[in-house]
């Protein structure tokens, strides 16, 4: 069985009937496009997300949350299509970490990987998430459901992300490390304060994380409190050039287990709209081994 095949306790559907699903990868991302609206683009739509639904949904962090509240608001199979007020309000990844579900269960190895965009603003690195998928010939290919909607105007197949136009985590901590690339377009354009080696470093953590069956939400954070450059020290450089230089996954497995990278059972939430918290994970499922 392919690893990636597994759910883990975020990705896990839990009593999700999957037989009227499509099989196909690409029906799937645009499935998932239908089922989720991004707190940010209400104006793609022309819909005014209410307040509550702007600071509270995209805190869910497992899917079977995610399809609760989507039943909640409309009570009908997922291949129903929904108006804007139906959809789960979310981020890019709630869109990854959906279609990574219903990809492994109808049969598609998948994950979600943290990275960097290069197709929202000409010259910057967008902090985002995006679904990537073992295709039939063994390859790895990127999926971005999010920007399925004609009005990003993305000048390449969004079921097929180049990988020049989204740089993973590691990828973009290297670049930057050895000045190929940037560092101040690197970040999140909305917050200029979310730039930084700092930075990189979370999402190179949290790209780690999920690979190994614990899919974070973005602004959660555990291990050393790092929240600006002047906190990293060569130790942690050095541990963060290691993950990004890794080649195998048998390096990957030995470094996620360094307790500096593990995800312990209690983190923090560096929530938007909630402020600061401890959150307590679920069980997590063994990761890939």
């Known amino acids: 069985m392919d690893l990636y095949?597994?759910?883990?306790?975020?990705?896990?559907p839990g009593d999700l009937d999957t037989g009227d699903l499509p099989r196909d990868p690409g029906q799937l991302a645009h499935l998932v496009?239908?089922?989720i609206i991004h707190r940010l683009e209400g104006w793609r739509f022309g819909h005014v997300i209410p307040e509550e639904r702007l600071h509270t949904d995209a805190e869910a962090r497992y899917v079977t949350e995610l399809l609760r509240i989507l039943r909640e608001r409309l009570d009908a199979p997922l291949t129903r299509p929904r108006a804007p007020e139906e959809r789960f309000v979310g981020t890019c990844r709630d869109f990854s970490l959906l279609l990574c579900s219903l990809l492994r269960a109808t049969g598609t190895p998948a994950r979600i990987r943290g990275g960097f965009a290069t197709y929202f603003i000409d010259g910057f690195h967008e902090d985002h998430w995006v679904t990537e998928y073992r295709a039939r010939d063994g390859s790895w290919r990127l999926i971005d459901a999010q920007?399925?909607?004609?009005?990003?105007?993305v000048p390449f197949d969004p079921l097929d992300v180049p990988r020049?136009?989204?740089?993973?985590?590691g990828e973009a901590w290297r670049a930057c490390r050895t000045g190929e690339r940037d560092l101040k377009t690197f970040g999140f354009s909305g917050a200029p304060e979310l730039r930084g080696?700092?930075?990189?470093?979370?999402?190179?953590?949290?790209?780690?994380?999920a690979l190994h069956g614990v899919e974070p939400l973005p602004w959660d954070g555990w291990g050393p409190e790092i929240l600006d450059d002047a906190s990293?020290?060569?130790d942690d450089l050095a541990l963060i050039d290691a993950v990004a230089d890794?080649?195998?996954?048998?390096?990957?497995?030995?470094?996620?287990?360094?307790p500096r990278l593990t995800v312990p059972d209690e983190i923090t939430s560096?929530?938007?709209?909630?402020?600061?918290?401890k959150v307590t994970l679920r069980r997590r499922s063994a990761p890939p081994a």
């Not at 020049?164 to 985590?169: E, K, S």
């Not at 890794?246 to 360094?258: F, G, K, V």
């Not at 560096?270 to 918290?277: A, K, Q």
């Open 246 to 258: 890794a080649r195998s996954d048998e390096e990957l497995r030995r470094l996620y287990r360094d």
């Open 197 to 209: 080696m700092w930075f990189l470093r979370a999402r190179v953590v949290q790209d780690l994380a």
């Open 5 to 12: 095949l597994k759910q883990s306790a975020y990705s896990d």
């Open 164 to 169: 020049d136009r989204f740089l993973m985590a």
């Open 147 to 153: 920007v399925l909607h004609g009005s990003y105007g």
């Open 270 to 277: 560096y929530t938007t709209y909630g402020g600061n918290r």
């Open 232 to 234: 990293l020290t060569e």
């Open 33 to 35: 496009r239908e089922l």
